[in-house]
């Protein structure tokens, strides 16, 4: 499918945007005063990233006012989910550039770019957390590979080094948000690799929660060995409400914050290091992180999700809501069904 003149005009219009706002990001990042904060417990932001994030959005809802709109800084809105077409941003400061468009291929600084042609796991340059590698619950032990070193925080700029072949894969086994994977995943699918869940799944986006179960990412021949090596894992999709760990379907479902809690009364947030990585058992439970109790699913979720994000690149360390329905009273041995 050949781009049309809009496909274009976008392109020279994200372009254009991503530079000025890539100088304006290092314009603060050259100063001493930046204020930063906590936008909630675990997510730290800085005015750089909110000036940034208010300049694309200014720029380019100016350029398309009909498209909407998708960011890490902004708060989602219905047209987020139904406009035809969404500009999702996240705008790291990078000396390399990277830019794409369906059926265009992808480049670096003007230049193609393709995935590597690594077809064996062993010897293989790999974005992961050590961790997962050596945790002793993995069936079959993992060959020696490389991990990259340090590792980028980033998970675009992680899938860019995959598309550009500076690695040849990168997996996380946790969730990730789609204004990271949405951009990324075209970038590395033309480089002529895969990007997908770790199941193998193609990504779904513009959902009611922007964010997938996880991520894998490789040229075609190495994602298949590296997703049949970790499809046991069990990882929910952040948008189901039923049956979390099956197969993604096409079909929409309900965001468990948006469903109806009059029976749900209790909410326990809990984590720790797992024994199993694709089990729920602990590995010790005397040092179990009790994050809290809370009385609605909305607000236990928002309290997961700060706990969760901050080992996200730590698989054996999961965070976990656990609803209380039924209530035992040692006393009586009556069961409270709650």
């Given at each position: 499918?050949q781009?049309?003149?809009?496909?274009?005009?976008?392109?020279?219009?994200?372009?254009?945007?991503?530079?000025?706002?890539?100088?304006?990001?290092?314009?603060?990042?050259e100063?001493?005063?930046?204020?930063?904060?906590?936008?909630?417990?675990?997510h730290?932001?800085?005015?750089?990233?909110l000036?940034?994030?208010?300049?694309?959005?200014?720029?380019?809802?100016t350029?398309?006012?009909?498209?909407?709109?998708?960011?890490?800084?902004s708060?989602?809105?219905?047209?987020?989910?139904?406009?035809?077409?969404?500009?999702?941003?996240?705008?790291?400061?990078?000396?390399?550039f990277?830019?794409?468009?369906?059926?265009?291929?992808?480049?670096?600084n003007?230049?193609?770019?393709?995935?590597?042609?690594?077809?064996?796991?062993?010897?293989?340059?790999?974005?992961?957390?050590?961790?997962?590698?050596?945790h002793?619950?993995?069936p079959?032990?993992?060959?020696?590979?490389?991990?990259?070193?340090?590792?980028?925080?980033?998970?675009?700029?992680?899938?860019?080094?995959?598309?550009?072949?500076?690695?040849?894969?990168?997996?996380?086994?946790?969730?990730?948000s789609?204004?990271?994977?949405?951009?990324?995943?075209?970038?590395?699918?033309?480089?002529?690799?895969?990007?997908?869940?770790?199941?193998?799944?193609?990504?779904?986006?513009?959902?009611?929660?922007?964010?997938?179960?996880?991520?894998?990412?490789?040229?075609?021949?190495?994602?298949?060995?590296?997703?049949?090596?970790?499809?046991?894992v069990?990882?929910?999709?952040?948008?189901?409400?039923?049956?979390?760990?099956?197969?993604?379907q096409?079909?929409?479902?309900?965001?468990?914050?948006?469903?109806?809690?009059?029976?749900?009364?209790?909410?326990?947030?809990?984590?720790?290091?797992?024994?199993?990585?694709?089990?729920?058992?602990?590995?010790?439970?005397?040092?179990?992180?009790?994050?809290?109790?809370?009385?609605?699913?909305?607000?236990?979720?928002?309290?997961?999700?700060?706990?969760?994000?901050?080992?996200?690149?730590?698989?054996?360390?999961?965070?976990?809501?656990?609803?209380?329905?039924?209530?035992?009273?040692?006393?009586?041995?009556?069961?409270?069904?709650?």
């Amino acid at each position: 499918m050949q781009a049309s003149e809009r496909d274009k005009e976008d392109l020279d219009i994200l372009k254009r945007v991503a530079r000025e706002a890539g100088d304006l990001a290092l314009d603060y990042f050259e100063r001493s005063d930046v204020r930063f904060w906590d936008k909630s417990k675990g997510h730290p932001v800085t005015e750089a990233d909110l000036a940034v994030n208010a300049l694309i959005r200014d720029r380019l809802m100016t350029a398309r006012p009909d498209y909407g709109w998708l960011s890490e800084e902004s708060a989602l809105s219905n047209s987020t989910r139904t406009a035809e077409r969404v500009w999702v941003i996240h705008a790291p400061v990078l000396r390399e550039f990277y830019s794409t468009h369906f059926g265009g291929g992808a480049f670096l600084n003007g230049k193609p770019i393709h995935v590597t042609g690594c077809a064996a796991e062993e010897g293989c340059r790999i974005i992961t957390n050590e961790g997962m590698l050596t945790h002793p619950a993995w069936p079959v032990p993992w060959p020696e590979m490389e991990l990259a070193k340090p590792k980028p925080n980033a998970t675009l700029l992680r899938l860019c080094w995959v598309a550009s072949g500076q690695c040849d894969a990168a997996v996380t086994l946790w969730r990730k948000s789609d204004w990271d994977l949405a951009p990324a995943t075209l970038l590395v699918q033309e480089a002529g690799g895969a990007a997908t869940t770790h199941l193998g799944e193609p990504y779904l986006f513009n959902r009611g929660e922007p964010a997938q179960r996880s991520l894998l990412a490789a040229g075609k021949a190495l994602h298949s060995l590296l997703s049949a090596r970790v499809k046991g894992v069990r990882l929910p999709d952040p948008n189901w409400t039923v049956r979390p760990f099956d197969t993604t379907q096409t079909t929409e479902r309900q965001n468990m914050a948006e469903t109806s809690e009059a029976k749900q009364l209790l909410h326990i947030v809990i984590g720790g290091e797992l024994k199993d990585v694709t089990d729920v058992e602990f590995e010790d439970l005397s040092k179990i992180d009790f994050v809290g109790a809370f009385p609605s699913y909305k607000e236990a979720y928002d309290a997961w999700k700060g706990a969760a994000q901050r080992t996200v690149d730590n698989a054996e360390t999961r965070y976990f809501i656990l609803h209380a329905h039924k209530l035992l009273d040692p006393e009586t041995g009556d069961h409270h069904h709650v």
